[in-house]
């Protein structure tokens, strides 16, 4: 879970003095610190304000997510029509190469390079 994820979770909790101060000792048990407004009065305005910033970090947060996930399906489909064209154009070479064997008084078999070690004497 995520801090603004964390706080929010807490911030919805809080709605007096002993709430407030609940919430400053989850927080000291679960992160091994105290929280950085320990000691300070509960207040109304301070927890709606912190409530607000939460909300406004958790919603850019989620319009950057949303902004990287459309990025990386537009960029698996240009790689999926690229490689549609990459095995056309293979495609398209092995029927030419085909069609020259056969021109040339072959049978339009076309022999695989040799993938041995020519150079080793093999």
């Known amino acids: 879970m ?5 706080s929010e979770q807490i911030l919805g909790s809080v709605t007096d003095e002993a709430s407030w101060k609940a919430a400053h ?11 950085a407004l320990e000691g300070q009065p509960y207040s109304p305005e301070l927890v709606a ?6 909300t406004k970090h958790l919603d850019a947060a989620t319009a950057k997510y949303r902004q990287a ?5 537009k960029t ?6 690229a490689s549609v064209d990459q095995r056309k154009s293979a495609a ?6 085909a069609g020259t064997a056969t021109k040339n008084g072959g049978l339009g078999i076309v022999a695989k390079p040799q993938t041995s070690q020519w150079w080793l004497g093999r």
């Open 25 to 35: 000792a989850y927080i000291k048990l679960m992160t091994g610190k105290p929280s």
């Open 69 to 73: 996930q459309t990025e990386r399906e």
């Open 76 to 81: 698996l489909m240009q790689a999926d029509l």
């Open 49 to 54: 304000t912190l409530r607000d910033a939460t």
């Open 2 to 6: 995520g801090r603004a994820e964390f």
């Open 92 to 97: 398209h070479l092995n029927n030419v190469k």
